[in-house]
């Protein structure tokens, strides 16, 4: 990241919040695309966020997982973050299932932030 890059300030705010981190050797990739497990990491701390919660035992992520046929591809260090996803109705999977290594898409993204803004009572319902 460059001082001058659009996305500074927002990238910064977010990570003083807790809701990205870097990879574990510290770079920051900010021009990569995220997978939907990356997606979802990141969505459960903005609900830590907005006070939702977010508690998953581990025998409650592996059963919520075991509903999709992918499920056990989703990477360890993501299994609780999607399980509380997945059990909150911000994630619903898809006929193919979580897809958690799959780029996620602009539009989802935007579902799934509705969904937890609208779960924390921050917006109204567009239904």
Known sequence: MKPGDWYVGVVAKA???GIIEGYKDGTF???????????????MRAMKLAGLNTSVSDAEAESVLSMYADGKKVTVWAKKAV?????SGL???SK?????????TR?????????????AELIGSTK
């Not at 193919?96 to 996620?104: A, D, K, Q, Y």
């Not at 539009?107 to 779960?119: P, T, Y």
């Open 15 to 17: 990570l003083d919040y």
């Open 29 to 43: 990739e900010p021009n990569k695309t995220i997978t939907r497990e990356e997606a979802m990491v990141m969505i």
């Open 107 to 119: 539009a989802e993204s935007a579902v799934i932030v509705q969904r937890l803004l609208e779960k």
């Open 83 to 87: 399980a509380a996803a997945v059990e």
């Open 91 to 93: 994630v619903q999977g």
């Open 96 to 104: 193919t299932g979580l897809n958690p290594t799959s780029e996620i």
